[in-house]
């Protein structure tokens, strides 16, 4: 699993920045848009993300810089012809103010188009064998979302040696690989972790979106294997953090070592700094695994 950054500043495009939106990859067919800002379609095309492989897209909140870049990337889609569903998780506003754009211009979508709810329950908004995606709530000025993303384990490794021995016919593998154990024609069972090994390990990817420096939502995302958390100003702005809802590098840090996550994206940086470098210094002298994002860079999860 991939994600790919488009966008990492704040409400304002800034020093070469813009509003945030990610691509997360699961595998090389799907892949997930996390957040629509402006530029979006600019970013796309100068990173060489296939849109038309975008099944679903997820928006945050209602804050502009989350969601203006959407009309015109399905526009776009529109114009070349797509044929492939789309669903877009999103909060309950957003589908009325979409509709409304199209039918002012007298567009039609011409591919299917579905609108769907976030959930506060963290239960699964998509659930597949292969990924699976949810949504918890988080704490920012207005209703926020985060979501967390898992590619899902893939079946037991045949040990061929091990079959085998146990004399296992090839027309039992695919069963084994799913976990079942084999009875031989006496009855005898043979365990299934006999003759296979672990499969590949599932990945996590937890996406807090625009928040407070809070626990509420730590349980949704303990354990995840890479955490993006805002870090929309450093320390020394702390007050003016939680006057606006945002986080600091350092809490987002301090949040990292709580949710024992294995590695640390930072971004939606204000407009006041220039330089990122700092957010990342900031945050590793609390937990060390952290990347300040850059735009266009693919990060492994």
């Not at 070349?80 to 009325?96: N, S, V």
């Not at 993303?149 to 040696?161: F, L």
């Not at 626990?215 to 020394?236: N, R």
Request: proline content about 3%; charged content about 20%; some cysteine.
């Amino acid at each position: 699993m991939k994600v790919t950054i488009l966008g990492n500043n704040s409400a304002l495009a800034a020093f070469g920045r813009h509003t945030t939106s990610q691509i997360v990859q699961v595998d090389d067919e799907t892949l997930f848009m996390i957040d629509c800002g402006e530029g979006v379609q600019e970013q796309i095309q100068r990173f060489g993300i296939r849109k038309n492989k975008i099944a679903y897209i997820f928006i945050s909140h209602m804050h502009g810089d989350h969601y203006f870049g959407l009309p015109g990337l399905l526009n776009s889609m529109n114009l070349l012809g797509r044929k492939a569903p789309l669903t877009i998780f999103c909060p309950d506003e957003l589908p009325e103010i979409i509709t409304a754009i199209f039918k002012a211009g007298d567009s039609q979508i011409q591919f299917p188009l579905s609108f769907c709810k976030l959930s506060t329950l963290n239960e699964y908004l998509v659930n597949t064998p292969r990924f699976s995606v949810r949504s918890f709530p988080v704490e920012h000025r207005i209703a926020c979302y985060g979501f967390l993303v898992e590619k899902k384990s893939r079946a037991r490794k045949i040990n061929a040696a091990a079959c085998e021995s146990y004399q296992i016919p090839f027309t039992h593998y695919d069963a084994l690989k799913d976990g079942t154990d084999y009875i031989d024609e006496e009855g005898n069972t043979i365990l299934n972790k006999w003759l296979t090994d672990d499969g590949t390990a599932p990945k996590k990817y937890a996406f807090c979106a625009d928040t407070l420096f809070t626990t509420s939502f730590l349980e949704a995302v303990m354990g995840c294997d890479t955490l993006y958390h805002e870090s929309t100003y450093l320390q020394v702005d702390e007050s003016k953090a939680a006057m606006r809802f945002h986080s600091t590098a350092k809490q987002a840090a301090q949040f990292a070592v709580l949710a024992k996550t294995k590695k640390l994206l930072l971004g939606h940086y204000s407009s006041k700094y220039r330089e990122v470098r700092v957010f990342e210094e900031e945050a590793r002298s609390i937990f060390p695994n952290t990347f300040a994002t850059i735009e266009g860079i693919t990060y492994e999860v």
